[in-house]
């Protein structure tokens, strides 16, 4: 017998003591000897259910699908029951006084049969809460396993270890009788055959044998042997005719069911078989091993079948062989035919493929190695011989057949007779032949073609074809391989003309003879050609078409089915499952022809566009196929010519409304739209073409169709658009009367009619509403009156008279309600006649709060507005009084102002400082820190306190910010390359007279001439010069700081200040400290790269807002707001200043220096510290307590610079 065995699926676990399968789903129940049970997905391979049952072995498992649970039996003898769903614990009780052996479910009944190592048997009822109904009592030993009988589920069948299987009744405890199965040893299993032809039973014993008995004549009928091991099981094939056994030898063997030959036998490694589970309806088989369980397919479940040109189907049940035939009838598509069934005969083997001959008249059998061939009306045989592959030429005339011999031997035959000449020469080894307008010869890797006339290799095709399907005119092949088809045009001339030139190579033939059409992706499972048309069945349930390289769904199904045949005369294609429930769909043959001369492009040789092609364009021979074609057909021409871009035509053949509305919409046809739509008034359409219609500025027909789809809304917004006062009183009236109420009161509030809305309010119950709109709107006095009246009065009558009583009317209490007197006046201008002074916002971020603290009491309590200053604010939205309410209110920034620290931050960098001792104390050699973005000041505070005034602390920030006691500041922009220069001057500089201008620390120089420019800079403010950003010094100098200083030094001696700053000549873009500059090659390592630690904290500051002047109090530069709120930009911005701060760092921290930065967490945060890595050696992110819990802030804390990184290393 050709048995194909392929495993799908396996896995390893503990040992597997019980296996099931799920009727409908794609599942197999384990029980495991460690006390669990696990169900998988054998077709996705996943685990769908785990549970631990209890600490001992679990035997016996089944699924109960009609109630979603499965029963399982264990060594503590208790019956657990859950549903495998929720994994609910449904039932548990105890079964048996000793170890459960073997479960069975009653196929029909609430009925469960447990057996035991009692040597009871246990019948329990699930609907009378699991009781006990029956006992049976008789076996002398372990009770190993039990079967209902599939043809009588009222007896069952029992193996038991005293070599005996006894037949039971349900409601008698005594045995209908007692086989004894094997003399030498126990029973460890009992099975059923499942068909009804024959009253067999098989049984698998220790004495490695495997036993089928007829229990009628309870005569044995065969002993299989060939294990040399304890036999586990074994069972009928409910589908094949074979017989599965398995044994603790590991081997699973394959057993012809018909002649009791050994046909396969399989050995997976998985140590001990101890149970298998087979699927009804299907061809898989599980089996259980002590390491893992697999599931495997026995053979190809593709029914033996074959339909002739007439509808005659003749179709094989095991050896018996049956006719049916399929007569026009009006079921609908999908429907199950009702068929008769006819017996013509039996066969000797096994079939596994029926094929009819061209003609129709012969039907070939193949099956166990060997073809016969029978007449199809009588059933009598022609022809017989071994094959191992069977297929049929396209001569209808001839019955020229072939056959595959073996694998070196492919012969042909012309009217049931061998042809010894032109012999097909096979260059390589014949794995599968196909029959056709060529005869295809499958090798490895490839398809040879051959004729079959002369046996000469046509063409060689280089692609895994799994079946080769060829149209009716011979002119068309598709090769179908595993999940492709290749759709080839056969030139036949073109052999001819090389064979008679003697061009043709007799390993590769002939390469013009095919030529290739088109190929698409789908799975095949059957397929035959209707014209040039392609129909076929996929894997995923579909029924399609193949036309012009398209593929075209015809139908969708529930399972897999199979294609049997087109019949012109019903305009119908049948196709059937594997129990040959066949079902027809119409299909119509001029509409594939219409569309196969679409898609090849012959429907018009006008060159109009396809969108603009009409009936008239089309040529003769197309207007007369689709005169043929029926008028029911017509919408889906119609569709297919849309799909195709024919929107012109379709539109003009379709006979659906509502496909020509959707046309006349898609071609902005809104007048023909319109028409159609009145003829279904359905609103989805007027509401669809009103949306169009607007979108083509057509507002009066959008309002129409808007008015007639009920949208109110939209007819809301384009009557607010026009104002037009009219339709939106007709709008709000509508609305009302249509329970729209918010659309009605958007009416009248754009209308300005507050009588109705505070009526609308009224009319909804919203008195409460209504009265205080009315009072802060102007309501006429008595209306008001009466709202607060009816308010009161519905208060009482809810028994809320307390509150009503504490209502005032403004009319009986007018000294109550004084606000009228407070209400700004509004001039004619739209403009307050009184100015009303707002409070300035303070934006929502960290540093805000910090700015208010510290430059409220340094630049506005110094520098005064002059008279031309105008400020800008806005009042203080609720969201920002909470954050200021929150911050001031915040345990560190109350500890900040008693420690003196300009912000919380500080906080922040001494929790980083205690965890990773960053600053460093040693007078022999001060650390040189550089504080980027160090405004308003906090963390160069910590800077110079943890290095104990040894340290050399730069503050560099873009803000002009005066820098704390005992460290420096510098003024300029991170990202340019000439502050990286003036930060190195800055450290390198032994002892230039700049150095003290700029530290704002006691030196051996004037303690004032140090105040007198820092306070000078106060002045200082960037402008944008031809694109760049300049330092100037403001034109009025006489400011605040500049008039104090005079009072000490002669303002020469500040103009040479300044001049050394290169801060008063813009126009040369001198940098602020002048020094005589090195090249980095004359420059020591220390020089070079002069810098011990870098700590960042800096955020990019709010663009300028327009019209504020820079003398401003709230001027961005000052008020450092810093933070949007917008966390993608924040985020963004941060990495931005983050690879500045990191560029920096690799050009001025020496070897082994150390870095901190500030950055807000989102998506490119990794890539920032994989840059890091690449500079450092070691990363940290950490978010210090002083950070709040729902910020995104975190800090980067990087330890050790490695030499010679480079910025091309880093950001490459």
């Known amino acids: 017998m050709r048995l194909?065995?392929?495993?799908?699926?396996?896995?390893?676990?503990?040992?597997?003591?019980?296996?099931?399968?799920?009727?409908?789903?794609?599942?197999?129940?384990?029980?495991?000897?460690?006390?669990?049970i696990e169900i998988y997905n054998y077709e996705t391979g996943a685990k769908v259910k785990s549970i631990t049952v209890t600490d001992v072995p679990v035997r016996a498992g089944k699924f109960i699908?009609?109630?979603?649970?499965?029963?399982?039996?264990?060594?503590?003898?208790?019956?657990?029951?859950?549903?495998?769903?929720?994994?609910?614990?449904?039932?548990?009780?105890?079964?048996?006084?000793?170890?459960?052996?073997s479960i069975a479910v009653h196929p029909t009944k609430p009925y469960v049969l447990t057996s035991s190592d009692d040597m009871t048997i246990r019948l329990w009822n699930w609907d009378s809460n699991w009781k006990n109904e029956q006992t049976f009592e008789g076996h002398q030993h372990y009770v190993m396993s039990i079967a209902f009988n599939p043809k009588d589920p009222n007896t069952f069948a029992?193996?038991?270890?005293?070599?005996?299987?006894?037949?039971?009744?349900?409601?008698?405890?005594?045995?209908?009788?007692?086989?004894?199965?094997?003399?030498?040893?126990?029973?460890?299993?009992?099975?059923?055959?499942?068909?009804?032809?024959?009253?067999?039973?098989?049984?698998?014993?220790?004495?490695?044998?495997?036993?089928?008995?007829?229990?009628?004549?309870?005569?044995?009928?065969?002993?299989?042997?060939?294990?040399?091991?304890?036999?586990?099981?074994?069972?009928f094939h409910p589908e094949l005719p074979l017989i599965v056994s398995g044994s603790e030898d590991g081997t699973i063997k394959v057993w012809n069911a018909n002649t009791y030959k050994l046909e396969k036998s399989l050995n997976y490694g998985l140590e001990r078989a101890w149970c298998i589970a087979f699927r009804r309806h299907s061809n898989l088989i599980a089996v259980g091993y002590d390491s893992g369980n697999v599931v495997v397919k026995l053979g190809s479940e593709e029914p033996a079948l074959s339909m002739d040109s007439m509808g005659k189907i003749v179709y094989a049940k095991q050896s018996e062989i049956y006719q049916t035939v399929v007569k026009s009838t009006e079921t609908k598509d999908g429907e199950i035919i009702p068929l008769s069934q006819k017996e013509l005969g039996s066969v000797e083997v096994f079939p596994t493929t029926l094929k009819h001959s061209p003609n129709g008249r012969f039907i070939a059998v193949t099956g166990d190695s060997e073809y016969n061939i029978?007449?199809?009306?009588?059933?009598?045989?022609?022809?017989?011989?071994?094959a191992l592959d069977f297929v049929w030429a396209q001569d209808a005339n001839s019955n020229l057949f072939a056959i595959r011999e073996s694998p070196s031997a492919v012969k042909i035959f012309k009217n049931f007779t061998e042809r010894l000449s032109n012999p097909v020469q096979l260059v390589y080894t014949a794995d599968k032949?196909?029959?056709?307008?060529?005869?295809?010869?499958?090798?490895?890797?490839?398809?040879?073609?051959?004729?079959?006339?002369?046996?000469?290799?046509?063409?060689?095709?280089?692609?895994?074809?799994?079946?080769?399907?060829?149209?009716?005119?011979?002119?068309?092949?598709?090769?179908?391989?595993?999940?492709?088809?290749?759709?080839?045009?056969?030139?036949?001339?073109?052999?001819?003309?090389?064979?008679?030139?003697?061009?043709?190579?007799?390993?590769?033939?002939?390469e013009?003879?095919?030529?290739?059409?088109?190929?698409?992706?789908?799975?095949?499972?059957?397929?035959?050609?209707?014209?040039?048309?392609?129909?076929?069945?996929?894997?995923?349930?579909?029924?399609n078409y193949l036309v012009g390289g398209e593929i075209i769904n015809v139908a969708h199904s529930d399972k897999s089915m199979y294609l049997l045949g087109y019949l012109p005369r019903d305009n119908k294609v049948y196709i059937t499952d594997k129990d040959l429930n066949v079902v027809s769909y119409y299909l119509s043959l001029s509409v594939l022809e219409f569309q196969t001369l679409v898609l090849r492009g012959d429907l018009s040789e006008s060159e109009k566009e396809p969108s603009e092609l009409t009936s008239g364009d089309l040529d003769e021979s197309i207007s007369g196929l689709l005169a043929k074609i029926a008028k029911a057909d017509m919408g889906k021409i119609a569709r297919f010519l849309e799909k195709q871009d024919y929107t012109t035509l379709a539109l003009e053949l379709t006979t659906d409304n509502e496909q020509k509305f959707e046309l006349s919409v898609a071609m902005n046809d809104l007048a023909q739209a319109f028409e159609i739509a009145k003829i279904d008034d359905a609103e989805p359409k007027w509401k669809k073409l009103g949306d169009v219609a607007l979108k083509n500025w057509n507002v009066k027909l959008a309002a129409d169709c808007y008015d007639k789809a009920n949208d109110f809304a939209s007819l809301l917004l384009i009557h607010t658009s026009t104002n037009n006062q009219e339709a939106l009183n007709n709008l709000a009236e509508k609305a009302v009367a249509n329970g729209h109420y918010n659309v009605a009161f958007n009416c009248y509030w754009t209308m300005g009619d507050l009588g109705k809305a505070t009526q609308l309010l009224k009319l909804n119950n919203r008195l409460p509403e209504a009265a205080i709109v009315g009072l802060t709107y102007g309501l006429e006095a008595t209306q008001l009156n009466a709202l607060v009246k009816d308010w009161e009065a519905d208060l009482n009558k809810s028994g809320k008279s307390h509150v009503s009583a504490r209502l005032a009317n403004p009319v009986d209490d007018a000294a109550k309600f004084p606000q009228q007197a407070n209400l700004i006046d509004i001039g004619p201008g739209n403009e307050a006649k009184e100015e009303v002074e707002e409070e300035v916002e303070v934006e929502a971020g960290e540093e805000a709060e910090e700015e208010v603290e510290t430059e409220e009491t340094e630049a506005t309590r110094y520098a005064p507005v002059s008279s031309s200053t105008r400020c800008y604010s806005k009042k203080k939205g609720a969201s920002s009084s909470r954050w200021l309410e929150r911050s001031r209110n915040d345990h560190h920034t109350k500890e900040a102002r008693i420690a003196g620290y300009k912000s919380r931050a500080a906080f922040k960098l001494l929790s980083l400082h205690a965890k990773y001792q960053l600053f460093k104390t040693d007078p022999s050699r001060p650390q040189a820190i550089v504080d980027l973005g160090f405004a308003p000041g906090a963390w160069s505070q910590v800077a110079v306190q943890a290095t104990q005034g040894t340290g050399n602390v730069l503050g560099v920030d873009i803000l002009n910010t005066r820098p704390p006691q005992g460290a420096s500041s510098m003024q300029g922009n991170i990202l340019s390359k000439h502050t990286h220069e003036q930060i190195r001057t800055f450290f390198i500089e032994e002892d230039p007279i700049i150095q003290g201008l700029v530290r704002n620390t006691p030196d051996k120089r004037d303690e004032t001439a140090s105040l007198e420019v820092v306070e000078a800079e106060e002045d200082i403010r960037t402008v944008s010069v031809d694109g760049e950003d300049r330092i100037v010094v403001d034109e009025d100098i006489t400011s605040y700081y500049v008039k104090e200083a005079a009072k000490i030094h002669q303002e020469e001696e500040i103009e040479e200040a300044l001049k050394k700053l290169s801060l008063e000549n813009t126009e040369t873009s001198k940098p602020p400290i002048e020094t005589t500059q090195k090249s980095p090659a004359k420059m020591s390592i220390n020089q070079q790269f002069?810098?011990?630690?870098?700590?960042?904290?800096?955020?990019?500051?709010?663009?300028?807002?327009?019209?504020?002047?820079?003398?401003?109090?709230?001027?961005?530069?000052?008020?450092?707001?810093?933070?949007?709120?917008?966390?993608?930009?924040?985020?963004?911005?941060?990495?931005?200043?983050?690879?500045?701060?990191?560029?920096?760092?690799?050009?001025?921290?020496?070897?082994?220096?150390?870095?901190?930065?500030?950055?807000?967490?989102?998506?490119e945060d990794g890539l920032l510290e994989k840059r890091l890595k690449r500079v450092f050696k070691r990363v940290i992110r950490e978010k210090p307590v002083a950070s709040n819990a729902e910020s995104k802030e975190y800090y980067f804390v990087c330890l050790g610079k490695k030499p010679g990184a480079t910025k091309i290393d880093v950001f490459s």
């Open 374 to 386: 029978y007449t199809a009306l009588a059933w009598r045989s022609k022809a017989y011989g071994s």
């Open 512 to 543: 013009d003879a095919f030529e290739v059409q088109y190929d698409v992706t789908d799975v095949v499972a059957s397929g035959k050609w209707i014209g040039d048309v392609f129909l076929y069945t996929s894997t995923n349930m579909r029924l």
């Open 1090 to 1163: 002069p810098v011990d630690l870098v700590i960042s904290d800096m955020c990019a500051p709010v663009p300028q807002p327009q019209g504020a002047w820079n003398n401003t109090t709230n001027m961005p530069m000052y008020r450092l707001a810093n933070t949007t709120g917008i966390l993608f930009k924040d985020h963004l911005s941060s990495m931005d200043l983050c690879d500045a701060a990191l560029i920096l760092c690799i050009d001025l921290l020496r070897s082994g220096g150390n870095f901190v930065c500030k950055f807000y967490t989102g998506k």
């Open 4 to 36: 194909d065995i392929n495993k799908q699926f396996s896995t390893t676990s503990d040992r597997v003591k019980g296996i099931d399968f799920h009727p409908s789903e794609p599942w197999v129940l384990t029980t495991l000897y460690s006390g669990k």
């Open 433 to 510: 032949i196909f029959g056709g307008a060529l005869l295809a010869v499958k090798s490895e890797g490839f398809v040879s073609f051959f004729d079959w006339d002369s046996g000469m290799l046509v063409r060689r095709v280089d692609v895994e074809a799994t079946d080769v399907v060829w149209s009716d005119n011979g002119e068309l092949v598709a090769i179908v391989c595993a999940d492709q088809v290749y759709v080839l045009k056969f030139n036949r001339d073109a052999f001819v003309e090389c064979v008679e030139s003697g061009e043709h190579d007799p390993e590769e033939g002939i």
């Open 158 to 235: 029992s193996a038991c270890l005293d070599k005996t299987v006894k037949i039971w009744s349900l409601g008698t405890n005594v045995p209908n009788f007692t086989l004894l199965a094997h003399e030498a040893k126990g029973v460890n299993y009992v099975e059923y055959y499942p068909q009804s032809d024959k009253p067999y039973l098989i049984t698998a014993s220790d004495d490695k044998t495997v036993k089928i008995w007829d229990y009628q004549t309870k005569s044995n009928v065969a002993t299989l042997e060939g294990h040399i091991s304890n036999v586990s099981f074994a069972i």
């Open 65 to 101: 699908a009609r109630k979603n649970w499965v029963v399982v039996g264990s060594d503590d003898y208790q019956v657990r029951v859950y549903n495998y769903n929720t994994s609910e614990k449904v039932a548990q009780f105890e079964a048996h006084p000793d170890y459960i052996r």
